[in-house]
């Protein structure tokens, strides 16, 4: 992934809603996820990972990279 791609959720949460957007930059943040790391965040224990901001009709949103894929 990167700038100037176009992307897509890679699950899309609403039962098969194509949304695409574009990607306006790229940066590494942490993200906790629960669901496998459990309740209790401790940051120093993660590193940070790739997000993308993505450009969706006039609204960015910061996405992992893991949840993201490159519409071809």
């Known amino acids: 992934m990167k700038v100037g ?11 098969g809603v194509n949304r695409t957007g ?3 930059d790229t940066l590494q943040k942490k993200c906790w996820r ?3 790391q459990g ?3 401790n940051w120093d224990t993660i590193d ?7 450009l969706f ?3 960015t949103l910061t996405i992992p ?3 993201l894929k490159v519409v071809k």
């Open 5 to 15: 791609d176009l992307v897509m959720l890679a699950v899309h949460p609403h039962g």
């Open 22 to 24: 574009v990607v306006v």
């Open 34 to 36: 629960t669901n496998v």
């Open 39 to 41: 309740k209790k965040i």
């Open 48 to 54: 940070p990972e790739l997000h993308g901001v993505v």
């Open 57 to 59: 009709e006039d609204n």
């Open 65 to 67: 990279a893991t949840d």
